[in-house]
């Protein structure tokens, strides 16, 4: 499995943003995907959002509910997380990874549910 996180930049504070992560490999299809974020000087990677195999079901982060939207149009589509109304404290490696493959529609929020990680993208909001 493969996994590419892209669409990270230099933003203003209330600035949007959308990145698109682009999974290849077996049982990608079947597989719900979510988005993590390592902040500069954290040594863990916090949970964002989920979203399952078919794209109908979601969850979301506390800290980012209302603010950030994951998307996926079908099972192969690349996944979106859209990001609006950013400040300095979005400021991270964002990275987006694979969970196991299930029969359930599920969109898991516990990471030790993911099995594959990809390269992340770095987001910087400025002030």
């Known amino acids: 499995v493969q996994l590419q996180a892209s669409g990270g930049g230099l933003v203003q504070a209330g600035s949007s943003l959308r990145l698109a992560c682009t999974a290849s490999g077996p049982t990608v299809d079947s597989s719900p995907i979510g988005w993590f974020r390592q902040a500069p000087g954290k040594g863990r990677r916090d949970f964002l959002a989920?979203?399952?195999?078919?794209?109908?079901?979601?969850n979301y982060a506390d800290s980012v509910k209302g603010r950030f939207t994951i998307s996926r149009d079908s099972s192969a589509a690349p996944v979106y997380l859209h990001m609006n109304s950013l400040t300095t404290e979005d400021t991270a490696v964002y990275s987006c990874?694979?969970?196991?493959?299930?029969?359930?529609?599920?969109?898991?929020?516990?990471?030790?549910?993911?099995?594959?990680w990809g390269q992340g993208t770095q987001v910087t909001v400025s002030s």
């Open positions: 990874a694979v969970a196991r493959s299930s029969e359930s529609d599920y969109a898991p929020i516990n990471p030790n549910y993911f099995s594959y």
């Open positions: 989920a979203v399952s195999r078919s794209g109908r079901n979601t």
